[in-house]
């Protein structure tokens, strides 16, 4: 059989990341993916270098709507670092609890849609309803669910109250309990093993070679963290393990985030429990001295870097951002090959990236065939149909 | 877990390549001439026992942009090469071959600062959409929205309703 393109995306306007993949097939099995990536391009770095440092935090949250806490904190931690800022424990202490809620609401909303792709609905609906709760306890504390603006220049914009306390440490057992369902089912649940194991392969070498990052990285046996690499906020003072798995594919993909959700409980538990006493916030000056800083920063999805350079001003002269998504695409493309046809969801939907960009397809039948259009949907429902009754 | 870098053997090692500083703790920088970063980069991921790209910074300083390999690797230190190639005529020999996650840094470099990455194998957009005008590259100092010109089918004073 000829070999055909199929084209997925190309974007749609009102999503925050447009992609285009042009997936070319041999029948059912891929042969090559060639990609184009958003359509839209915000010019967030630009109009950062327009903005004093305090209005350039609110603008570097809303670079993502998931993890809006990691930009705005690898900002914040770079700027204080080139002012050599002391930020108070209890500043750093809640920074953390925020970072590692973010990170529990990102792997619980990942889960949800890794299920809703494979046909899992049932586990889309817990692990949804399971997410309610880290958001309630981050609406209670910052007051938002979406972007927190917790991060100010020097530390934390408000306190946690002993009422917050109190309330997010009365959630996490059930969170917790909720989290060892989830270990148990990843190992035992047969829809889950048929659609991951196996899916999606990355040998070690290639996530180095290809330069793969976070969960996807860490599920081939790399263990790169940048927290426990290149400590920041107090990583280096809490007890806390980096997750890895060996698995290789999707499924390892998902051992390594359920492993990394329990993990985030356990340090928001200790972080909660071992509060310091004392400011939230340091007095900062308003102009930062020329210099240059390569801030790294574990997002939910992975590494994420900012380099950051400051020309003596109250603003930057360049803010370089790159997300851990981009770093990720290339190991998609290369993880891809050989592939099903049908399991392109499930192994895009693996490294986590924010999969309503290849909301419409357009399917060619054959070279010169006329071109149709199916939406994500009825891909979706095509892959789940190949699989129906390949069960044991 | 394999040691950190120290400055002394990175300096000697990456002597003929340029000088070599440290910021801080596990960072070093080492500032090298657009001709020898291919070399350098090679020598940064087979002596000194990098094992990965973690991004390609780009800044525009006026009359020169500045390029910057970040790389990381088992002794957990961050090694930077930056470069600098002049503003007429910017290009700079393509990494993709050496290292595959450059390829997609690389398209977005030459998409927003246009700069030319030589050998590379499909110099395609990736972050504009196609209908961009060509030769303007937004994140450029220099850069002004032209206002007869179209951005992705928008203008200047341009409304849906009108």
Known sequence: ??????????????????????????????????????????????????????????????????????????????????????????????????????????????????????????????????????QDTLEEMSGNRVHYGMNEVGGVRCDLTPNQ???????????????????????????????????????????????????????????????????????????????????????????????????????????LENLPEGPVRANTPKTAPAGEIFSRYEAPRGELAHFIRTNGTNKVERVDIRTPTLANWTSVAMSLVNQNLADIPVIVAAIDPCLSCTSRITLVSSPGGTPGIITFDELRKRGQTRYRGCGP | MTPSLTLEFVKETM??????????????????????????????????????????????????????????????????VATEVPHEDPWVTSMSGVLPPAGIYERQIHDLFGIVFRGHPGLKKIILNEDWPPNEFPLRKDWKKNPDTYYGGIKEGWSRHA
């Open chain 1, 1 to 134: 059989m000829p070999e055909v393109t199929v084209p997925i995306g190309p974007h749609h306007p009102a999503l925050k990341e447009p992609v285009n993949f042009k997936v070319i097939a041999d029948g059912e099995k891929i042969v090559r993916l060639e990609l184009d990536l958003s359509y839209n391009h915000r010019g967030i770095e630009k109009a950062a270098e327009q903005r004093d440092f305090i209005r350039v935090l609110p603008l570097l949250e809303r670079v993502c709507g998931i993890c809006s806490h990691s930009h705005s904190t690898v900002f914040a931690k770079g700027i204080e670092e080139i002012m050599q800022l002391e930020v108070p424990l209890r500043g750093q202490y809640i920074r953390t609890i925020i970072a590692e809620l973010e990170r529990m609401h990102s792997h619980l909303l990942w889960l949800g849609v890794a299920a809703h792709e494979i046909g899992f609905n049932t586990l889309f609906m817990w692990s949804w309803r399971d997410r309610e709760l880290v």
């Open chain 1, 165 to 271: 306390v109190r309330a997010a440490l009365d959630r996490l057992p059930h969170l917790e309990d909720r989290i060892a369902r989830y270990v148990e089912m990843v190992n035992d649940q047969q829809t889950m093993l048929l659609r991951f194991k196996g899916v999606g392969k990355l040998t070690r070498e290639e996530v180095l070679n290809y330069g793969a990052v976070g969960p996807t990285a860490r599920a081939s046996g790399v263990d790169y963290d940048v927290r426990r690499d290149d400590p920041y906020l107090v990583y280096g003072d809490i007890p806390w393990n980096v997750v890895t798995d060996t698995n290789c594919d999707v499924y390892g993909r998902t051992c390594v985030r359920i492993g990394e959700l329990r993990e985030s409980a356990s340090i928001v538990r200790y972080c």
């Open chain 2, 15 to 80: 002597m003929e390549y340029g000088t070599a500083e440290q910021a801080r703790q596990n960072r070093i920088r080492i500032a090298t001439t657009p001709d020898k970063v291919l070399r350098a980069i090679q020598h940064v991921l087979g002596t000194l026992g990098c094992d990965r790209l973690v991004t390609i910074s780009t800044v525009d300083n006026g009359t020169t942009f500045e390029l910057i390999y970040h790389f990381i690797g088992p002794h957990r230190t961050v090694v930077s």
